[in-house]
């Protein structure tokens, strides 16, 4: 079975501290990605990754880096976390130019920025 | 670059009306056209996949079709039940794979 995981569940952080969330799959795909989903905006990329030591731009990359150390881990950092940036956070692997071009979601990571 | 537009918001219906979600889509690739649902407090998960070159898709009792005339493609059930209440996103994937996904429409269906 697919599988996705987030690390932490659930985060309160204050302005201007480091945040770092993690994601681990155990599918062996090549592609990872990093979304953010807030009430009326959907869901939107903010980075991903074709492999291990690739990351890439997505469309709302601003204030967020990421790091694909590994064909399984891939993290998302925020260097100076701002109340803007407070949302669930969602991580995906997937496989795009496969077959089906699936994505595998995991659980989400609420994260509050006070 | 790829743009994905799903106007409905939200969509209440009772159990046993008929449903259609739609989406529209812009883009300069072979698109990948893809419809996810979400419940409450889990990630998407993929509901149905349609291709350019088959059409439409069957999935759950849902079924998926592409217009490549008018570059939409719609989420239809002909009869919805109280288990369908979830949200509804549309999405592409273009020729370089990054996926582009629509608002979101949340059903909400009353029993």
């Known amino acids: 079975e697919a599988a996705v995981t987030q690390s932490p569940r659930n985060k309160v952080a204050v302005t201007g501290g480091k945040v770092t969330l993690s994601c681990n799959q155990t599918n062996n795909h090549n592609n990872m990605y990093w979304y953010r989903q807030d009430t009326g905006h959907g869901l939107r990329l903010i980075h991903y990754?074709?492999?291990?030591?690739?990351?890439e731009k997505g469309d709302i990359p601003d204030g967020y880096k990421a790091s694909r150390p590994s064909q399984e881990n891939f993290s998302l950092i925020l260097e100076l976390a701002t109340p803007s940036q407070t949302s669930v956070y969602f991580c995906?692997?997937?496989?795009?130019?496969?077959?089906?071009?699936?994505?595998?979601f995991g659980p989400g990571t609420r994260l509050t920025v006070l | 670059g790829d743009s994905v537009t799903q106007k409905q918001g939200q969509v209440t219906l009772s159990e046993d009306d008929f449903l259609f979600i739609n989406c529209t889509y812009s883009t300069t690739t072979y698109p990948t056209l893809l419809w996810y649902v979400q419940y409450p407090g889990q990630g998407p998960q993929l509901l149905l996949k349609?291709?350019?070159?088959?059409n439409k898709g069957i999935s759950r009792g849902f079924e998926a079709t592409y217009d490549k005339g008018t570059t939409s493609f719609h989420l239809q059930k002909a009869s919805v039940q109280e288990s369908d209440s979830a949200v509804y996103f549309c999405?592409?994937?273009?020729?370089?794979?990054?996926?582009?996904f629509g608002k979101g429409t949340s059903l909400v269906v009353h029993p």
């Open positions: 995906a692997s997937g496989d795009p130019g496969g077959v089906v071009a699936e994505q595998f």
């Open positions: 990754s074709y492999g291990a030591g690739s990351t």
């Open positions: 999405a592409l994937v273009g020729g370089n794979y990054k996926p582009t």
């Open positions: 349609v291709t350019t070159a088959n």
